[in-house]
Nanobody, 124 residues
């Protein structure tokens, strides 16, 4: 499975961005696809994930502001980010797994496929 993330950019506090993660080379409809982010000097952290059955999990820091969705016809997962804050600044990575279990959804080690990352910078 190959993943291509895009949609990052430089925005101001309160603005919105939509990230896309396009997958190829696998059975997309059976994949769990998640978003993680990594700020300079910090560990890569979980943001949100959507399972093949559309079960969704968000980190508490983005609940109510971010929305993850998938379009199986386009082999793409989206991350709509609203009300962006300076602390959302990071490189955002999409990741996928066909075997991850429910208890590991927020654990980056549960995902075997990773995209290249897209930079999101929120200026205050």
């Amino acid at each position: 499975v190959q993943l291509q993330a895009c949609g990052g950019g430089l925005v101001q506090t309160g603005d919105s961005l939509r990230l896309s993660c396009a997958a190829s080379g696998g059975t997309f409809s059976r994949l769990t696809v998640g978003w993680f982010r990594q700020a300079p000097g910090k560990e890569r952290e979980f943001v949100a994930t959507i399972r093949w059955n559309r079960h969704i999990l968000y980190d508490d820091s983005v609940k109510g502001r971010f929305t993850i969705s998938r379009d199986n016809a386009k082999n793409t997962v989206y991350l709509q980010m609203n009300s962006l804050k300076a602390e959302d600044t990071a490189v955002y990575y999409c990741a996928a797994s066909s075997t991850i279990i429910s208890s590991e959804l927020s654990n980056r080690r549960g995902y075997g496929y990773w995209g290249q990352g897209t930079q999101v910078t929120v200026s205050s």
